[in-house]
């Protein structure tokens, strides 16, 4: 009745195949053949592109062009790039020439007359560095301060209690037996919240190069005229800067005979600048032993003291000072280069070496 169970066979349970062969497409090889390939006369054709016509509008933007391009500074600059290292080397041999020139200055005598011409010394020179010159005077500014501050028991010479809480004030300390505060920072007679300590170190250092590099800017700083009108200086400008006196300058011990001096040379109206300019200072230090601000004048540079430092210690802003101690401070006045200086003929001659 039952109808026998055919055997099941071993590919029965699989897919059914289509009867299609699998095709093995082989990887993309590159061709390693370098023979270069052959253009047909068509593609070359398709390749060459006519010259488009330009309209008369373009052909007049680019002739304004060549117009621009062709102006005279334009001409100098590219000749200039042309030019060989030969004429840059004449070029900074004229260049030296006209420095040498330059350094000449004249010699004056108390009369305000000229006497001769001298070679100033190679310092004056120098490149101006503001910068560093303002460096180094900050420097001598900060090791001029004295350490100061409060005695340690300032305040704080009381027998004092706290109340503690519980009483409606506060919890400031009091004298003893009484409602009086005493010893705290808030109260009057107390001690000072964060005073200035003693042991704090004020010293400011500098390298050596940058002080001796300072001091060479300040000195070639006093030759240039530019910078000497810029601090505010009054002058007669056909002078001669640095202004070199004969040595006769040196022994001048009264103030009538330095000021017919300088009237003479034509550099006394920088002095009645600072006579005019003497005011009041602001603030606390009228009290302090500096009532008045005096602005600087000129400065005296001589090779030994012979009188004119009496001369001249009654003229306001007027400052009289010796190689040996001759500081930034006087060549440059509160960091700012280009102070109206004297120096007599043996000074200068010193500053030669």
């Known amino acids: 009745m039952d109808e026998e169970k055919k055997p099941r066979s071993k590919t029965s349970g699989k897919k059914k195949e289509t009867g299609k062969k699998e095709i093995k497409i082989p990887p993309k090889t590159r061709s390693r053949s370098t023979a270069p390939k052959t253009e047909t006369p068509e593609k070359k054709a398709t390749k060459a592109v006519t010259p488009k016509a330009e309209t008369p509008e373009k052909k007049a933007a680019k002739a304004v062009k060549v117009e621009k391009l062709e102006t005279p500074e334009i001409k100098k600059k590219e000749e200039k790039k042309k030019e060989p290292a030969v004429e840059k080397k004449k070029e900074t ?54 350490p100061y501050g409060p005695s340690p028991m300032s305040g704080k010479r009381h027998s004092v209690e706290t109340w503690g809480k519980g009483r409606g004030v506060s919890r400031v300390k009091r004298l003893m037996g009484q409602f009086r ?25 500098i390298n050596k190069k940058e002080r001796i590099k300072a001091k060479h800017s300040a000195l070639s700083a006093v030759a240039n005229a530019t910078l000497v009108k810029e601090r505010g200086h009054r002058f007669n400008t056909e002078l001669t800067l640095p202004i070199v006196v004969e040595n006769e300058f040196e022994s001048l011990d009264t103030t ?19 006579i005019e300019g003497t005011h009041i200072r602001a603030g606390r230090g ?12 000129l400065l005296l540079i ?52």
Do not use: C, W
């Open 93 to 146: 041999e004229i260049k030296t020439k006209i420095g040498e020139k330059l350094r000449k200055i004249h010699v004056y005598s108390v009369d305000g007359e000229i006497k001769r011409n001298i070679e100033l010394p190679p310092v004056f020179t120098e490149e101006v560095r503001p910068d560093i010159i303002r460096k180094a005077v900050k420097v001598i500014q900060a090791n001029r301060r004295q």
């Open 181 to 205: 505060g005493a010893f705290s920072p808030g109260t009057v007679g107390g001690r000072r919240a964060h005073p200035p300590r003693v042991e704090e170190v004020l010293i400011e250092k």
């Open 256 to 274: 009538k005979k330095v000021i017919d001096a300088l009237e003479n040379l034509g550099v006394y109206e920088d002095v009645t600048r600072a």
């Open 286 to 297: 009228k009290m302090r032993g500096r009532k008045y601000r005096v602005p600087k004048s």
């Open 302 to 353: 001589v090779s030994k003291f012979e009188g004119i430092e009496k001369g001249s210690r009654n003229l306001p802003g007027v400052d009289v000072t010796t190689l040996q101690q001759l500081n930034l401070e006087h060549l440059a006045p509160g960091g700012s280069p280009g102070r109206l200086t004297i120096f007599t003929e043996s000074a200068i001659s010193q500053l030669r070496g």
